[in-house]
């Protein structure tokens, strides 16, 4: 059977059904293994990619959402550390030098922010 949804106790009706019908052999097997492919690849598209914990989560997605928030001061619960990572993954880049740091979101960034809210809501 299909897992549960990551992150829930919940399981997606469609890919149930569409494993049963895989199993009985109900209709054409082939057909129902390429809806089973393409609702598994949908799924996958919609998840997060990068492995972010909850911390840097939400970070992240404050960032998406208030682009005035650009400094470690006014990031509550972000360091240094965990801005490096998230420069590392590519999701923000780093401007300026010492004190006068500025952190700025990339496209990318956005995009996995915007994965991380829909999960959320999903909840």
């Not at 494993?19 to 949908?42: F, N, P, T």
């Amino acid at each position: 059977m299909p897992p549960a949804i990551p992150g829930t106790r919940k399981w997606d009706r469609k890919a149930i059904d569409a494993r049963l019908d895989e199993l009985s052999g109900i209709g054409d097997a082939a057909d129902q293994r390429s809806d089973l492919k393409k609702w598994r690849d949908e799924k996958r598209a919609d998840r997060p990619r990068h492995g972010l914990d909850a911390k840097t989560e939400n970070i992240l997605v404050a960032m998406s959402y208030n682009t005035a928030l650009d400094t470690l001061d006014q990031l509550p619960g972000a360091g240094p550390v965990m801005m490096g990572r998230l420069v590392a993954k590519k999701l923000v880049v780093c401007q300026g030098a010492g004190n006068e740091q500025r952190y700025k979101i990339t496209h990318e960034g956005h995009a996995e922010a915007v994965r991380i809210f829909e999960m959320w809501k999903r909840r």
